[in-house]
């Protein structure tokens, strides 16, 4: 009886096809593993100390996740979350009614927002400055461009420099909005990219004045608000009349490691870190 086998040629084909389907096999089921995780956040330079600092103890205690965190201001986080570019916004202020539409029209929703620390807005002035204490109205009116020298407000016969953060910051709409109560800002007033850059030029100009995040300007005199310091108490409890909150924002309700995420920084680890940073966690153990 003759045997019947496959000829050389066909058993090659055979083991290639083999190895052809093999390998796609393992390379369909490696590569969600192979992939890395990548979360990124875009937003405030407020939040900027903060969502850095939360990135690298996050990333410490989840291998294999990479966090990315990018500053330029509020309206540019938002701007980068309706066009797609970022998983999570971060703002030193809610959204706006312009902002919100575009999100409705191409996510069919507002956003989710969520609050992850609370925050007050110190004025900084210079600590050879013998003004260490102004009221809400004189701070308008600095700001403004009403009261120009320090004489007006119980300080040298000095001119006033004021220093302020540009359009694209939340803390610029916030003050505006808040202090100003609506009204433009002085046309003796400079804008200063970012509040670190803001607390350095206080420091360099004994005439200077500006604003920005208690966790910034350790060097700097936070000065009190109608006789009120921004403590840790009286931030927490609304009696610092410039308390608010720090906000992340997502195209739609979280899932996955941006959930996680968002969830761990709410959470315990999360809030110890806002503390150590300067700001004020959004409950307390005591």
């Known amino acids: 009886m003759r045997k019947r086998c496959c000829s050389p040629k066909a058993s090659s084909l055979g083991i290639s096809i083999f190895i052809v389907i093999t390998a796609l096999i393992s390379s369909c089921a490696y590569r969600p593993e192979a992939s890395p995780k990548i979360i990124r956040i875009k937003g405030s330079d407020t939040m900027l100390i903060l969502t850095e600092r ?3 103890s996050y990333m410490t205690t989840h291998p294999g996740i990479s966090v990315y965190t990018e500053g330029g201001g509020s309206a540019t986080g938002i701007q980068a979350l309706i066009n797609g570019r970022v998983d999570i916004c971060a703002a030193s202020r809610p959204l ?17 927002s969520f609050l992850v620390a609370k925050d007050a807005l110190s004025i900084y002035v210079n600590p050879a400055n013998p003004v260490k204490d102004i009221t809400l109205k004189q701070a308008k009116e600095i700001f403004s461009g009403k009261i120009q020298n320090w004489k007006s407000v119980g300080g040298n016969d000095e001119l006033i420099r004021v220093f302020i953060r540009p359009q694209t ?3 610029h709409l916030y003050f505006k909005e808040h202090i100003l109560e609506g009204d433009e800002y002085g046309a003796n007033a400079i804008p ?3 509040t670190a850059a803001i607390v350095d030029s206080v420091l ?8 920005g995040g208690t966790a910034y300007g350790t060097e700097v005199t936070h000065c ?10 009286n931030v927490r409890y609304d009696l610092y009349p410039l308390s608010r909150y720090l906000y992340f924002y997502t195209v739609k309700k979280p899932q996955g490691e941006v959930k996680r995420f968002i969830d761990w920084v709410i959470g315990a680890q999360g809030q ?3 503390e150590e940073v300067g700001y004020i966690p959004l409950w307390t153990n005591q």
């Open 224 to 233: 009190q608000i109608n006789g009120i310091n921004p403590s840790e108490e």
């Open 96 to 112: 706006t009614s312009d902002e919100v539409k575009p999100l409705a029209e191409k996510y069919g929703n507002i956003g989710i």
């Open 204 to 211: 360099r100009n004994p005439n200077a004045i500006g604003y």
């Open 54 to 56: 939360w990135a690298e």
């Open 192 to 194: 200063i990219p970012t």
């Open 169 to 171: 910051s939340g803390t």
């Open 272 to 274: 110890e870190i806002v």
